[in-house]
């Protein structure tokens, strides 16, 4: 078991819109209500399959983390298999989730 860096901001806007990412960094359940139009337009929250939670942007930094240190590591040949699990709950696209 390989325990993953959070990927750092930089790391997660060279695929996602800054807008997105910034989003994710502030919403939580406390306010979620009062970000209905964002809610929306980045596709998260009620009535969809991604909900809000706290420490969500934590979550999402650890599994993107991982995903970036699984494929280094395939690359430099130090694994011949790496699994991320919670990488397969990710389904965004550059700037909404899916």
Same mark, same amino acid.
């Given at each position: ?6 990927? +750092?901001? &930089?790391?997660?806007? =060279?695929? +996602? ?20 139009? =964002?809610?929306? &337009? ?35 040949? =130090? ?10 709950? +990710? +389904?965004?696209? &550059?700037?909404?989730?899916?």
């Amino acid at each position: 078991v390989y325990r993953p860096h959070p990927a +750092h901001y &930089k790391e997660i806007t =060279q695929f +996602h819109d800054e807008d997105y990412t910034d989003f994710l960094r502030r919403v939580c359940p406390e306010n979620e209500k009062e970000c209905h139009i =964002q809610l929306v &337009k980045f596709n998260l929250g009620l009535g969809t399959d991604c909900p809000i939670f706290p420490g969500l942007y934590n979550f999402c930094q650890l599994y993107t983390g991982a995903s970036i240190d699984g494929a280094c590591k395939l690359n430099n040949g =130090q694994v011949d298999i790496a699994i991320n699990w919670s990488g397969g709950l +990710h +389904h965004a696209k &550059k700037s909404e989730a899916s």
